[in-house]
Structure formats: structure tokens, C-alpha cells
């Protein structure tokens, strides 16, 4: 598979319109194809969770372009579970982070008093992250019960014109979506 080719200037002015205004796009990741959006516009969180069908109480994945996007989530651990939540990023693995109920609103964190996030290395998503100036829900394209999107026409056919923007782009090379390790009890969630 080849390496995904940068957003150019225009994609990136209309992805950055998009987020900011309350919209919600769908973008390539590391394994499949995403569903995005400001984590603090309620309603354009809400959306997403409409479309896909999925009960705000399991919450969602927050993806980042760098730490420093992140940092106010980490500043609150201990020095041994930031280390170990760094010691993944960037790359194609969600850490669960403690105790978050102050930094996130819970149409993000669902029912959870923990988030997850993953500081991505794909460059799309890095590209977004940086345009739009915060970190993005990251949760998969697909309703309840399908498949994630592996292909720029099955996100067109779950969703057609129910979404604000569909970023071109190339997935990157992961079969499998990321892995998620809880940071404070080392397990893998999935």
C-alpha cells in the first residue's frame, strides 16, 4: 500500500471550515476509515452518535496530532503512567487515560470517568488535528453492527450525504484497528 499523500492547502482550509463550524467528516486513519468532529460541540458529537447508532454511555476515542495536544490530560498523572502512555505515541495504539471528568465532556466520555486517546502518526489525521487545532473524535466509520469502512465507497454507501466532508486520503497500513491498553492496569482492551 502506498503512503497516504498530503492534504493540500484547500483540503485543508475546507476540513478546518468544516470541524470548526459543527460539521462532521470522515477521514482516512491508520487501518480504517474514521468519523470526526469537534470533541466540545455537543451537537456535532451527537450526530455522530446518531449516525451511527451507538449510546452516548460508551463514549469515544479522542485522536491527537502530538502530545503537547493532549497535554492537559496527562499533567494530572503520575510521572509512571504518563511515561507509560508516551512510550506508545505516536502510533496506532489508544491509551486509556484516568480520571478525566474535569477535562472532558461526558457526550465524549460516555459514562466513563477515563478517556481514550491515541496520538496518531498517520499524516491525514495528523493534518486535521493540527488545522483544526485540537485533538478530533476518532471513532469508525460504520453503523452499529458493520463492518468499518475500508473503502472511500462504503463510507459513501453507510452514509451518503449525511456528512459535512469526506477527506480524500489513503489508509495507512494497518489491518486491524488500534489497540487499546489501559495505562493504569497495563491490560489490553482490544
Known amino acids: 500500500m502506498s503512503a497516504p499523500r498530503p492534504l493540500t492547502d484547500w483540503q485543508l482550509h475546507c476540513a478546518r471550515r468544516t470541524l470548526l463550524g459543527g460539521g462532521v467528516i470522515a477521514y482516512p486513519t491508520e487501518a480504517v476509515w474514521g468519523l470526526g468532529c469537534d470533541p466540545w460541540d455537543q451537537e456535532a458529537v451527537e450526530r455522530i452518535l446518531d449516525l451511527k447508532d451507538r449510546p452516548m454511555e460508551k463514549g469515544m476515542i479522542l485522536v491527537a496530532s502530538s502530545v503537547a495536544q493532549i497535554d492537559f490530560l496527562l499533567e494530572p498523572l503520575s510521572a509512571e503512567l504518563k511515561d507509560r502512555a508516551l512510550s506508545h505515541w505516536p502510533g496506532p495504539v489508544t491509551c ?58 462504503q463510507v459513501r454507501g453507510y452514509f451518503g450525504d449525511q456528512l459535512d466532508w469526506i477527506v480524500p486520503g489513503a489508509l495507512g497500513g494497518n489491518r486491524k484497528p488500534s489497540r487499546i491498553i489501559d495505562i493504569a492496569t497495563g491490560r489490553q482492551l482490544r
Open 96 to 153: 486509556l487515560l484516568p480520571d478525566v471528568r474535569e477535562q472532558i465532556p461526558e457526550w465524549v466520555r460516555g459514562s466513563h470517568s477515563s478517556i481514550a486517546v491515541r496520538v496518531s502518526e498517520h499524516p491525514v489525521v495528523r493534518a486535521l488535528c493540527e488545522t483544526a487545532g485540537m485533538p478530533l473524535v476518532s471513532t469508525s466509520c460504520n453503523p452499529a453492527g458493520r463492518q468499518p469502512a475500508r473503502h472511500i465507497w
